[in-house]
């Protein structure tokens, strides 16, 4: 019997251990992409030994090229901000940005601060009326202090959250009946033409005539503000995943919809078993679309509307026109720019994790 080289096993253990390593690594690599996190495939590759020379021209592409471009756009702002003299000052350049960034947070830790000291107050007090057989006197008194920038953020996030819900379960619906029927496509059309281009500044002042005759409450569970920012956002943002949910129905293969009929489906097992598994992909474009739309939709819709939320935040830095408004609208824009790219990459995830195209 031949013996056996332990060299050669030790080897091919080895050999084995890299293949799965590299396997590992590609799967990764899907969700790299989706998180825009796409080199850290080559520079596990280079760290795993897989041709890292090769890999250095992929890292400087995916990584150093996007570096290089924001250092440089940093670079070019610090030089030319100060040549830009406005009402308020110079325009302020990357160092004062992050400045009144880090103002920003501090003020909303303080606000934090202040607010968890009030309601422990208010609890403190509940108790000694409890304590004192005095029931009727315990009062849940809100905090009314002005909102820190982290609680503008999430009530913006809230907002556009609830108007692109609603705008979902109207379009995606709709579109699928448009889909599967020629003549509610051509029903729907020309609604879709005509409302599709219209700006959220020309929907507004009709949505708040509208809310404030239906919602006359004042103690109702949303304040009117929110109300009209998030139909607002409804509005503008239900046509892309309209029309792309249109598409993808009315493109489902043929040949499935003449199976379809030969088994006989019902109308609800048709669209759960072949409509929607089929145009999945294309409804996820629409709703990033719409998620993308309805978020820049939102700032215009709360700075109008007066919802607190970030389009109020730079509104109310606009109209103070301090020495550090110009700062803080600055750091908005890109708290608002980052917010959306989140808010993107989200949308993409859960596509990557319900669709199986590659298409993406």
């Not at 409890?130 to 009530?155: F, H, L, M, N, W």
């Not at 304040?223 to 309209?242: D, G, M, N, Q």
Request: net charge positive; aromatic share 8%.
């Amino acid at each position: 019997m031949t013996a056996v080289d332990p060299s050669t096993i030790e080897a091919d253990h080895r050999e084995a251990r890299r293949a799965r390593r590299f396997t590992r690594i590609n799967k990764a690599d899907a969700w790299f992409r989706v998180l825009g996190l796409a080199w850290m495939t080559p520079v596990l590759k280079a760290a795993a030994g897989d041709n890292p020379k090769g890999q250095m021209g992929e890292i400087w592409r995916l990584l150093g090229v996007p570096v290089l471009a924001i250092l440089g756009f940093l670079a070019l702002w610090a030089v030319l901000a100060p040549q830009v003299q406005t009402s308020l000052g110079a325009v302020p350049g990357p160092a004062a940005v992050w400045d009144e960034a880090q103002g920003l947070h501090a003020d909303a830790v303080r606000t934090g601060e202040r607010r968890e000291k009030f309601e422990t107050m208010v609890a403190e007090r509940n108790q000694r009326m409890i304590e004192a057989g005095r029931p009727e006197d315990v009062k849940d008194v809100a905090y009314t202090g002005a909102p820190s920038y982290y609680q503008q953020i999430a009530t913006s996030i809230r907002t556009v959250f609830f108007g692109f819900l609603i705008a979902t379960a109207v379009a995606v619906p709709l579109g699928i009946l448009a889909g599967l029927s020629p003549t509610a496509n051509a029903a729907l059309n020309p609604i879709i033409q005509v409302f599709k281009p219209v700006s959220p500044l020309a929907w507004l002042p009709i949505v708040t005539m509208i809310v404030s005759a239906v919602y006359a409450t004042n103690d109702g569970l949303f304040e009117k503000s929110f109300l009209v920012s998030a139909i607002t956002v409804t509005l503008c943002s239900l046509w892309p995943t309209l029309i792309n949910t249109a598409l993808g129905v009315a493109s489902i293969d043929k040949d499935l919809v003449n199976v379809s009929k030969v088994l006989k489906m019902n109308t609800w097992t048709k669209i759960t078993k072949l409509v929607l598994p089929s145009a999945l992909p294309l409804i996820f474009t629409g709703l990033r679309l719409s998620l993308g739309v309805g978020w820049m939709v939102l700032i215009a819709a709360e700075m109008l509307a007066q919802n607190p939320g970030l389009g109020k935040f730079v509104w109310d830095e606009f109209q103070n026109g301090s020495s550090s408004s110009l700062a803080r609208i600055m750091v908005a824009v890109f708290t608002i720019g980052l917010i959306g790219f989140a808010l993107d990459r989200l949308m993409y995830a859960i596509q990557a994790a319900f669709t199986f195209s590659s298409n993406r």
